[in-house]
């Protein structure tokens, strides 16, 4: 591999390369997951790529996920056995080849309170049966991930210290992936297609594209260079429509809520707390980075024009607040929120009556003029939707490459759990950094090392790394999508000076 680093220099640089000579094999559009997942599968099959971003790295729906890599078993109870099962595997390269360093395997315990009946605790047992057979098909080992099982009302207690005692008669605790962070599996993703040779461009949009090319405008300088390909590829996500013609999108809106640790007295697991009246369908409070916990999910039809950050209804708030409060002892309330994060799920318009009713199977498009779309689908799949959307673009193009190698190329940072355990540094940074922790801690002295202020874990050295090497440009760069320090305001506000800090170097 060449050099992964992402920084301003390069950007320049390559943008220069790409005005000398704007012929390229694959142009992929847009830098979410599913674009960054693209440009590592075409870079690693030998393909010259340009990875063309509008504003930066993980900008869209990519930040805003719950952040867990899904066994599928959602999808199971609906039937949709093949989505499951493609989840599964995925959720197994991530968490055992690709991404050991950033995904974790994660329990997620649903208490059993009176408001559960025995029937609906059946069933759910019944489901999370069906989800360790999944795991076992899917071949990933309840080494990696356990088996579910029951557990005693003090274990629940255990790992959720403010769920309610009375009434409780146990638990059912399930596993699932989770990672560290969403946006920095996509910088990850873009930063090894880099290593790969590709052009990683942010802040470079793209107004117009068909199967041939597109025009590429850098926002910060105005140049555009006229960009010619074999392959065009759109992962633009819930912006997809605005660049293929005739298709159309029916946005749905996930709204989650930052609360602090200390409200939920240390949660260790996912708590997972069924909405009453619909079975299977859950709000869940999930451990965070940065002592905070997420609470999830809303499932809302966002028609209209896609604003650039959602935002969350003043009712979703009530909703997971009032659903998360049925589990606890003494009831969250607007105080506790730290902040709110809401994020557009790209779903295929196929005229369902509500958008949970949407299949979540990703869609590869492709149009008239060749310019082929990648659609749907979760950050879980992305590497399988990447795969297929290029395989229908060398398919059509006849452009000679080596074979998909993505199942067990590891991302920068990954490597074994032994040897990520063997890594010197704290734990929290092999979480996010993998075996680059200790190129973290070498970025300066311990006055470095230390939390850049007193909202967060971040470090003074982490700013300078993401500035040198993960493509930051500036402070919303640095706090909103290589830091998560921006989803809490008042924790943004008092990081802003070290970010402008890092940024003069
Ligand atoms: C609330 C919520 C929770 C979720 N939770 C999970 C979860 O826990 N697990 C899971 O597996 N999945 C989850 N998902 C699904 C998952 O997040 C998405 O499927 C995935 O992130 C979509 O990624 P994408 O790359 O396709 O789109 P995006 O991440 O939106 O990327 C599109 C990119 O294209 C860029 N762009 C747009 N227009 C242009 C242009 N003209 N020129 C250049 N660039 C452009 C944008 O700036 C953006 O960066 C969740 C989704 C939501 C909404």
Redesign the pocket.
């Known amino acids: 591999m060449k050099n992964t680093s992402l920084n301003a220099d390069r950007r320049t640089r390559e943008l220069d390369e790409l005005d000398a000579d704007p012929r390229v094999d694959v142009l992929v559009?847009?830098?979410?997951?599913?674009?960054?997942?693209v440009a590592l599968d075409a870079a690693s099959r030998g393909l010259s790529v340009v990875l063309?971003?509008?504003?930066?790295?993980?900008?869209?729906?990519?930040?805003?996920?719950?952040?867990?890599?899904?066994g599928g078993l959602r999808y199971l109870a609906s039937g949709q056995v093949g989505i499951a099962h493609e989840?599964a595997v995925e959720r197994g390269i991530l968490i055992n080849r690709t991404a050991p360093h950033l995904v974790r395997a994660f329990p997620q315990v649903i208490p059993l309170h009176p408001s559960v009946s025995a029937k609906d605790a059946a069933l759910t047992r019944v489901g999370l049966l069906a989800g360790d057979l999944l795991r076992m098909a899917a071949h990933t080992s309840s080494a990696t991930l356990p088996r579910s099982r029951r557990i005693s009302p003090a274990e629940v207690v255990r790992h959720a210290p403010t769920v309610r005692a009375a009434g409780l008669r146990g638990g059912l605790m399930g596993w699932d992936g989770q990672?560290n962070d969403?946006a920095r599996l996509?910088v990850a993703l873009a930063r090894t297609a880099a290593g790969f040779g590709a052009k990683v461009l942010t802040r470079?949009?793209?107004?117009q594209a068909t199967g041939a090319g597109a025009v590429l405008t850098d926002t910060l300088t105005g140049r555009s260079i006229d960009v010619g390909a074999r392959v065009v590829i759109n992962?633009?996500?819930?912006?997809?429509g605005?660049?293929a013609t005739g298709l159309t999108l029916r946005p749905?809106?996930?709204?989650?809520l930052v609360v602090s640790q200390e409200a939920f007295g240390g949660l260790s697991c996912g708590l997972t707390v069924p909405v009453p009246g619909h079975f299977g369908r859950y709000v869940f409070a999930l451990p965070a980075p940065d002592d905070r916990v997420y609470v999830?999910?809303?499932d809302e039809d966002a028609p209209g024009p896609v604003p650039d950050e959602p935002r969350a209804a003043e009712s979703e708030i009530d909703f997971l607040l009032e659903t998360i409060n049925l589990a606890l002892a003494s009831g969250l309330t607007r105080h506790d929120v730290l902040g709110t994060?809401?994020?557009?799920?790209?779903l295929l318009d196929t005229g369902s009556g509500t958008t949970a009713d949407i299949s979540?199977k990703h869609q590869v498009i492709t149009g008239a003029d060749g310019l082929i779309t990648?659609?749907?689908?979760?950050?879980?799949?992305?590497r399988r939707?990447a795969q297929d959307a290029l395989d229908a673009g060398i398919a059509r193009s006849g452009v000679a490459c080596g074979p998909c190698r993505t199942t067990t190329l590891p991302l920068v940072g990954a490597a074994s759990r032994a040897q990520l355990g063997a890594v010197r540094a704290p734990g929290r940074l092999v979480h996010r950094y993998g075996t680059e922790a200790s190129n973290v801690l070498a970025v300066g002295g311990p006055e470095l090392n230390r939390p850049i202020c007193g909202a967060t874990e971040v470090t003074t050295a982490e700013l300078l790394f993401a500035v040198r090497h993960e493509g930051a440009l500036d402070v919303a760069d640095l706090l909103d999508r290589r830091t998560r320090i921006g989803l809490s305001p008042e924790a943004r506000a008092t990081a802003v000076a070290a970010a402008e800090a890092a940024l003069a170097g």
């Open positions: 559009i847009g830098a979410g997951v599913t674009g960054a997942g063309a971003e509008k504003r930066d790295l993980a900008f869209g729906t990519s930040r805003w996920s719950s952040k867990l890599v899904h989840s990672l969403d996509v470079t949009e793209v107004k992962a633009t996500g819930v912006w997809a605005e660049l749905s809106r996930g709204t989650h999830g999910l809303t994060f809401s994020g557009l799920r790209p979540r990648v659609v749907g689908g979760k950050l879980t799949t992305y939707m």
